[in-house]
């Protein structure tokens, strides 16, 4: 089963919203004396949520902290210690992909995720994209990066001032590409040839 990002994270959109069922809430008995955007009024720590369909693993969610402020004038839920998601092939039972971040935040009523530091997504088919910001608008089906993003596919190493794609990941593009570097994985025979390491990045001109 090919993942494609909109399911990716849809999952995750979904785990969070079931993830409050598992918490416990902490209501303010005087909210009005309290800043009501920054009024945790859930949270869980510790979070694992593994989701099996016919008794296989399908996904597994994790995070240190999960924090919702749903009487901001915006409700959202942030996870500000970072996140991990790891998808599963239902026959095969391998992992099909992930997705880490330092910090992501959901915004209820704009159905608007935004994931940020050291962001790392993978798929089954090998490509790795890292940036430090990335968005993905549900309303749009636009999944996007402003900030400097590298795509890896094989031996080719992208990189380009931020990128944007659609939920399926099918047709992306990268801002202000700079062309292609690709990676020389073939190790070296001996350390007396590592002068020669530079020889292992190429600059493709596109």
């Known amino acids: 089963m090919s993942l494609t990002f909109r399911s990716f994270f849809f999952k995750v959109a979904l785990v969070s919203a079931g993830a409050t069922l598992f918490i416990s809430c ?18 869980s720590t510790d979070l694992t949520v593994r989701n099996s369909v016919n008794g296989k693993l399908s996904y597994l969610f994790e995070t240190p902290l999960l924090e919702r402020y749903e009487l901001a004038e915006e409700p959202y839920m942030e996870f500000r210690q970072g996140v991990k998601m790891t998808t599963y ?12 971040a330092d910090f992501a935040k959901y915004i ?29 608008d ?23 001032d931020g990128f944007e794609t659609n939920s399926a990941f ?6 202000n590409p700079r062309g292609k570097v690709r990676v020389n994985t073939e190790p070296k025979r001996d350390s007396t040839q590592m002068e020669e390491a530079v020889d292992s990045l190429v600059m493709v001109q596109e």
């Open 89 to 100: 092939n239902d026959s095969t039972q391998l992992v099909e992909s992930t997705l880490v």
């Open 108 to 136: 209820e009523p704009k159905q608007l995720w935004e994931a940020r530091g050291n962001v790392v997504a993978t798929n089954a088919e090998g490509r790795v994209l890292k940036t430090e910001q990335l968005f993905w």
């Open 170 to 175: 099918d047709n992306y593009r990268i801002h």
């Open 26 to 43: 902490r209501r303010a008995e005087q909210v009005a004396s309290v800043e009501k955007e920054t009024l945790i009024t859930m949270q």
């Open 138 to 160: 549900e309303k749009e089906d636009r999944i996007y990066s402003v900030v400097r993003s590298q795509m890896t596919e094989g031996e080719d190493v992208t990189i380009g």
